[in-house]
């Protein structure tokens, strides 16, 4: 899987933005949770393929 360049003006410590499928991700499921600084967030596909990220 290729990288995609990052924005100009983008705060980061590389040219790269790390890319990665959403089944790589989710594997089967529709619905994972992901912890960020130690709040949880809610990433969801719904039935129409559309992901929604809700805290």
């Known amino acids: ?22 089944h790589e991700l989710m594997g089967d ?4 949770i992901i912890v960020h600084q130690g709040e949880e967030y809610r990433l969801r596909l719904t039935s129409n393929n559309k992901l929604i990220l809700t805290k």
């Open 1 to 22: 899987m290729p990288d995609i360049a990052a924005k100009p003006g983008h705060a980061g410590k590389s040219d790269t933005v790390k890319q990665m499928q959403v």
């Open 29 to 32: 499921d529709r619905e994972v």
